[in-house]
């Protein structure tokens, strides 16, 4: 199994930044594919940010703004959140694959709160 737990959310004003971790453990060695989805109160679940064997891809309400990455000496996951702005408010879950289109390992979640 692989665990996932995503970090580094909070309570922030428009226009800050914010960097999200997500650390992987268990039975992976590497990181075939990856993303973040996030989710806004009352609203559906949407793709953030993925990086598979077909490239990197952004929401277009992202685009310019978030950048994800990855630190293949740890297996981690990250999301860097700039220009931030309310309507980024949200839920923010990261997966991970084992293997290119293999099972996505979701995190919990971390909450990002953009306000003034």
């Known amino acids: 199994q692989v665990q996932v737990v995503e970090s580094g959310g909070g309570l922030v004003q428009p226009g800050d930044s914010l960097r999200l971790s997500c650390a992987t453990s268990?039975?992976?060695?590497?990181?075939?594919?990856m993303g973040w989805d996030r989710q806004a109160p009352g609203k559906e679940r949407e793709l953030v940010a993925t990086?598979?064997?077909?490239?990197?891809h952004y929401a277009d309400s992202v685009k310019g703004r978030f950048t994800i990455s990855r630190d293949s000496t740890n297996n981690t996951v990250y999301l860097v959140l700039n220009s931030l702005k309310p309507e980024d408010t949200a839920v923010y879950y990261c997966?991970?694959?084992?293997?290119?289109?293999?099972?996505?390992?979701w995190g919990q979640g971390t909450q990002v709160t953009v306000s003034s």
């Open positions: 990086e598979d064997v077909s490239g990197t």
């Open positions: 268990g039975r992976i060695s590497t990181i075939h594919g």
């Open positions: 997966y991970v694959q084992r293997f290119p289109a293999g099972i996505k390992y």
